[in-house]
């Protein structure tokens, strides 16, 4: 395992698992409105779909150990209204997110997920 070691003042040193805490995904869509979107750039990524009006699945290249990783995702805010990015389900090689607006799911024109955990 890639490790490094950090002082810190006071000749306090510890030393930190550096691939534990790099991203092992991302990805980040743009959206050409209803029923288009694109892999804007991406790292570990095989393909997305659009699940419908403001739903995305993600396909992860490189599975991760389980399905019990942390999946962060964010989206660009619609005009006057606050945009919530929620997860729908995850496993080791894809997971869906939506973009929600009170109960009701919308596009957005960027939106953004990390993945951080173990790869099988």
């Known amino acids: 395992k890639n490790s490094i070691t950090i ?10 698992n550096v691939e534990q805490g790099l ?21 570990n990524a095989t393909s997305i779909s659009d699940g419908g009006t403001g739903i995305y699945n993600f396909n992860i290249a490189n599975d ?3 399905a019990v990783y942390s999946l962060t995702v964010s989206s660009q805010a619609g005009a006057g209204f606050p945009d919530k990015p929620q997860i729908n389900s995850q496993s080791t090689g894809s997971f869906a997110s939506r973009q929600a607006h009170a109960t009701d799911e919308v596009d957005s024109g960027i939106y953004n997920a990390t ?6």
């Open 7 to 16: 002082v810190a003042g006071a000749g306090n040193i510890t030393t930190t």
């Open 23 to 43: 991203a092992k995904a991302w990805f980040h869509i743009v959206s050409g409105g209803a029923s288009s979107i694109a892999l804007g750039d991406s790292f």
């Open 115 to 120: 993945v951080h955990g173990d790869l099988a």
């Open 64 to 66: 991760m150990a389980n």
